[in-house]
């Protein structure tokens, strides 16, 4: 439920906000042509992976899906941290956008162990009922 929150709140505050979201991305390392193919792929994505985790026969495709966005986010964060690319604006939308680069990193960190957690915890088997769930006739 957490990723879900986290995919639905990130796509639409980035798409009430568009036009901010829009130059934010502009100010990203990357080729200003790329712009609007990137920022509506990233919506497109996380409303995609937000999508696939509300049902069950999606939803080991969206944790997955969850765990890889969120990995290439946080080396993209450990890269701003290092100063590879310079200052950089976050375009992240809403009160995320608010963390200093520090924050966003351990953010992102937690939710890639919410998304490592959901896997592990997919591929469990159902445990068998105890016996005090048994019912008795």
Same mark, same amino acid.
């Given at each position: 439920?957490?990723?879900?929150?986290?995919?639905?709140?990130?796509?639409?505050?980035?798409?009430?906000?568009?036009?901010?979201?829009?130059?934010?991305?502009?100010?990203?390392?990357?080729?200003?042509?790329?712009?609007?193919?990137?920022?509506?792929?990233?919506?497109?994505?996380?409303?995609?992976?937000?999508?696939?985790?509300?049902?069950?026969?999606?939803?080991?495709?969206? &944790?997955?899906?969850? @765990?890889?966005?969120?990995? /290439?986010?946080? *080396?993209? %964060?450990? =890269?701003? +941290? !290092?100063?590879?690319?310079?200052?950089?604006?976050?375009?992240?939308?809403?009160?995320?956008?608010?963390?200093?680069?520090?924050?966003? &990193?351990?953010?992102? @960190?937690?939710?890639?162990? /919410?998304?490592? *957690?959901? %896997?592990? =915890?997919? +591929? !469990?088997?159902?445990?068998?009922?105890?016996?005090?769930?048994?019912?008795?006739?």
């Amino acid at each position: 439920m957490l990723l879900f929150i986290l995919f639905t709140y990130a796509a639409g505050s980035k798409l009430a906000n568009y036009k901010q979201f829009l130059f934010q991305m502009d100010a990203q390392p990357f080729n200003n042509r790329y712009t609007t193919p990137l920022v509506i792929g990233l919506l497109l994505i996380e409303f995609a992976i937000a999508a696939c985790l509300i049902f069950r026969k999606t939803m080991k495709a969206g &944790l997955w899906a969850s @765990l890889i966005m969120l990995v /290439i986010f946080t *080396a993209y %964060i450990a =890269l701003i +941290k !290092l100063n590879y690319f310079g200052s950089i604006p976050c375009s992240c939308g809403g009160v995320i956008e608010r963390l200093n680069w520090t924050q966003h &990193l351990f953010f992102n @960190l937690f939710f890639v162990g /919410i998304s490592i *957690a959901g %896997i592990v =915890l997919y +591929k !469990l088997p159902p445990s068998a009922p105890r016996q005090s769930q048994l019912k008795l006739s």
